[in-house]
C-alpha cells in the first residue's frame, strides 16, 4: 500500500517537473545570433512537400545542412526533394551550402485512416522519430502541417525538456488553411515557437500568430 | 491551336465515373468547344483512357512527368484538383484554370482554397459532382 502511494508520488512529482520544464523550453527564446543554422524540414506527401519546397526556394544558404524528413512510404517527396537541390546546387556558386540529407520515418496517418489508429500510430512514429531528432539535433525544425510533423516536433520539444538543446520551432500552416487551422495546426499552435499563417482570417482567429501574407 | 490540359487527377477516377458515359466522349466535348489538343495527366488513376491523334484532335495521355512546366506552358486552359501547389503553379503562368475538389480529404480543405481563390477572380472551381454541368456553363 505504502510502496503504490509511493510510486504515486513519484511519478506524480516526475509530471510535474516534465510539465514545468515544457513551460520553460516553450518561453525561452534562444536569440543567439549565428552564421548558419541547421535545418530540419518536415516533408509530408504530395501538396504539404510542394508548399515547404516552394517556401525553401526563398530562403538564404545560411540554413544548411538541410535534413529532410519524409514518411517512409513517401517515393515522390524524395524525388522532388532531389529535384530541388539539383536546381538549387546549380544556382549556388560557392556550393557550400549544397549538403542535404533526406530521413525516414513511419508514417504518423494514411490518408483517411481512422482517428484512434492514428493516435497509436503517432506514439509509434514518435517513439522512432526521437532517435533520428537526438542524432541529428537541428537549431530549427520547420513544418506546414502534415501528420508526420507532430511526431517530429515533439521529439524536439523533448530534446529542450531533457536539457539535451532547445530547438527552435517553426510551423507554417498551408496556403490551403485559410478559415480554419488543420489539426496540426491547433496542436501546434501551443507547442512552436513561430506560428506562421497566410491568411489574414488566421491572423484576425489567432492574434499570437504571425502574418506576413502568403509566403509559398 | 488550342491546348486544354487536365491534370491532378491521380485518384480522381469519381470525376470521370460520375459523368455516368464513357471516358471516350470527354475528347469530343473537349473538341465541341473549340480545342483541338487534349493532355490529360491521369496520376494512380485506374481509368486509362487510350490516345490518339486525328487531323483535328490529338488526345495524350501520361501518368507522371518529372515536370508539368511545359505542358502548363503551353495549355490554354487548365483544369485540375484544387491542391495548393497545382494552383499556385498554374495561376503564376497566367494560365486559366477550372478546379475540381476532391471532397474527401481532411476537412475538405480544397474547398476553403478554391473558395477564396474563385472569390479574388482567380478561378472557377465545382466538386466531382457538378463538374459537367460547370464545364459547359464556363468554359
Request: overall charge positive; proline content about 4%; charged content about 20%.
Given at each position: 500500500m505504502?510502496?503504490?502511494?509511493?510510486?504515486?508520488a513519484?511519478?506524480?512529482?516526475?509530471?510535474?517537473?516534465?510539465?514545468?520544464?515544457?513551460?520553460?523550453?516553450l518561453?525561452?527564446?534562444?536569440?543567439?545570433?549565428?552564421?548558419s543554422?541547421s535545418?530540419?524540414?518536415?516533408?509530408?506527401?504530395?501538396?504539404h512537400?510542394?508548399?515547404?519546397?516552394?517556401l525553401l526556394?526563398?530562403?538564404?544558404?545560411?540554413?544548411?545542412?538541410?535534413?529532410?524528413?519524409?514518411?517512409?512510404?513517401?517515393?515522390?517527396?524524395?524525388?522532388?526533394?532531389?529535384?530541388?537541390?539539383?536546381?538549387?546546387?546549380?544556382g549556388?556558386?560557392?556550393?557550400?551550402?549544397?549538403?542535404?540529407y533526406?530521413?525516414?520515418?513511419?508514417?504518423?496517418?494514411e490518408?483517411?485512416?481512422?482517428?484512434?489508429?492514428?493516435?497509436?500510430?503517432?506514439?509509434?512514429a514518435?517513439?522512432?522519430?526521437?532517435?533520428?531528432?537526438?542524432?541529428?539535433?537541428?537549431?530549427?525544425?520547420?513544418?506546414?502541417g502534415?501528420?508526420?510533423?507532430?511526431?517530429?516536433?515533439?521529439?524536439?520539444?523533448?530534446?529542450?525538456?531533457?536539457?539535451?538543446?532547445k530547438?527552435?520551432?517553426?510551423?507554417?500552416?498551408?496556403?490551403?488553411?485559410?478559415?480554419?487551422?488543420?489539426?496540426?495546426?491547433?496542436?501546434?499552435?501551443?507547442?512552436?515557437d513561430?506560428?506562421?499563417?497566410?491568411?489574414?482570417?488566421?491572423?484576425?482567429?489567432?492574434?499570437?500568430?504571425?502574418?506576413?501574407?502568403?509566403?509559398? | 491551336?488550342?491546348?486544354?490540359?487536365?491534370?491532378?487527377?491521380?485518384?480522381?477516377?469519381?470525376?470521370?465515373?460520375?459523368?455516368?458515359?464513357?471516358?471516350?466522349?470527354?475528347?469530343?466535348?473537349i473538341?465541341?468547344?473549340?480545342?483541338?489538343?487534349?493532355?490529360l495527366?491521369?496520376?494512380?488513376?485506374?481509368?486509362?483512357?487510350?490516345?490518339?491523334?486525328?487531323?483535328?484532335?490529338?488526345?495524350?495521355?501520361?501518368?507522371?512527368?518529372?515536370?508539368?512546366?511545359?505542358?502548363?506552358q503551353?495549355?490554354d486552359?487548365?483544369?485540375?484538383?484544387?491542391?495548393?501547389?497545382?494552383?499556385?503553379?498554374?495561376?503564376?503562368?497566367g494560365?486559366?484554370?477550372?478546379?475540381?475538389?476532391?471532397?474527401?480529404?481532411?476537412?475538405?480543405?480544397?474547398?476553403?482554397?478554391?473558395?477564396?481563390?474563385?472569390?479574388?477572380?482567380?478561378?472557377?472551381?465545382?466538386?466531382?459532382?457538378?463538374?459537367?454541368?460547370?464545364?459547359?456553363?464556363?468554359?
Open positions: 505504502v510502496c503504490v502511494l509511493v510510486l504515486a513519484a511519478a506524480g512529482a516526475v509530471a510535474v517537473f516534465l510539465v514545468l520544464r515544457l513551460w520553460i523550453v518561453h525561452s527564446q534562444d536569440v543567439t545570433p549565428r552564421r543554422l535545418l530540419l524540414v518536415v516533408a509530408g506527401s504530395g501538396g512537400t510542394t508548399e515547404i519546397l516552394r526556394g526563398s530562403l538564404s544558404s545560411a540554413y544548411s545542412p538541410r535534413h529532410y524528413v519524409i514518411a517512409d512510404t513517401d517515393e515522390m517527396s524524395a524525388n522532388k526533394i532531389n529535384s530541388f537541390e539539383l536546381d538549387r546546387a546549380d549556388d556558386p560557392s556550393n557550400m551550402s549544397t549538403t542535404y533526406i530521413h525516414r520515418i513511419p508514417r504518423s496517418r490518408v483517411r485512416q481512422s482517428w484512434l489508429s492514428t493516435v497509436l500510430t503517432t506514439l509509434h514518435t517513439w522512432l522519430s526521437f532517435p533520428l531528432i537526438l542524432r541529428v539535433k537541428p537549431d530549427l525544425v520547420l513544418c506546414n502534415p501528420g508526420t510533423c507532430v511526431p517530429i516536433c515533439v521529439s524536439a520539444l523533448l530534446l529542450g525538456i531533457l536539457g539535451i538543446k530547438v527552435i520551432i517553426v510551423y507554417v500552416e498551408s496556403i490551403c488553411r485559410v478559415e480554419t487551422l488543420s489539426l496540426s495546426g491547433k496542436i501546434l499552435f501551443h507547442l512552436s513561430y506560428f506562421i499563417v497566410q491568411w489574414p482570417t488566421l491572423k484576425e482567429k489567432y492574434p499570437k500568430s504571425v502574418y506576413l501574407g502568403r509566403i509559398v | 491551336m488550342h491546348r486544354y490540359f487536365v491534370t491532378g487527377l491521380a485518384s480522381r477516377d469519381a470525376w470521370v465515373h460520375a459523368r455516368k458515359e464513357a471516358p471516350a466522349t470527354l475528347p469530343q466535348i473538341k465541341s468547344l473549340g480545342y483541338n489538343r487534349l493532355i495527366q491521369i496520376g494512380r488513376g485506374m481509368v486509362v483512357p487510350e490516345p490518339f491523334s486525328t487531323e483535328s484532335f490529338t488526345l495524350d495521355v501520361y501518368r507522371y512527368k518529372d515536370s508539368l512546366k511545359e505542358d502548363l503551353k495549355a486552359l487548365v483544369i485540375s484538383h484544387a491542391g495548393a501547389g497545382s494552383c499556385l503553379e498554374t495561376l503564376e503562368k494560365k486559366p484554370i477550372v478546379v475540381v475538389i476532391n471532397e474527401k480529404l481532411m476537412n475538405n480543405h480544397q474547398l476553403e482554397l478554391a473558395k477564396q481563390l474563385h472569390k479574388e477572380g482567380h478561378l472557377f472551381y465545382c466538386t466531382c459532382r457538378t463538374k459537367r454541368h460547370r464545364h459547359h456553363k464556363t468554359v
